[in-house]
Nanobody
Framework: QVQLVESGGGLVQAGGSLRLSCAASGTIFRFNTMGWYRQAPGKQRELVASLTSGTTTNYAESVKGRFTISTNNAAGNTVYLQMNSLKPEDTAVYYC?????????WGKGILVTVSS
């Protein structure tokens, strides 16, 4: 069973930046897709960004040009989300997600609050 642990969330003013990290544990050395989702109060969980096979990225329209997803090692078991020019509407609980061999794992989520 793969466990995902998010870190790096917190409170930031509008226009600021945060970097989220997601560390995966377990025996999986390479994931098909790793990504970040978010859920704001009263809203459905939505995809923010994903990284497939370590190279192909996909972003929600609302974050294009502001957020960047990346991984920093060949094993592909750590993923980052660099968030710049943050807006109050980016406030949400952010969840790490990993897809591998037909399975899906979720982190517990981390809160990002952007004040105006």
């Amino acid at each position: 069973q793969v466990q995902l642990v998010e870190s790096g969330g917190g409170l930031v003013q509008a226009g600021g930046s945060l970097r989220l990290s997601c560390a995966a544990s377990g025996t999986i050395f390479r994931f098909n897709t790793m990504g970040w989702y978010r859920q704001a109060p009263g809203k459905q969980r939505e995809l923010v960004a994903s990284l497939t096979s370590g190279t192909t990225t996909n972003y929600a329209e609302s974050v294009k040009g502001r957020f960047t997803i990346s991984t920093n090692n060949a094993a592909g078991n750590t993923v980052y989300l660099q968030m710049n020019s943050l807006k109050p509407e980016d406030t949400a609980v952010y969840y790490c997600n990993a897809k591998y061999g037909g399975n899906t794992s979720w982190g517990k989520g981390i809160l990002v609050t952007v004040s105006s």
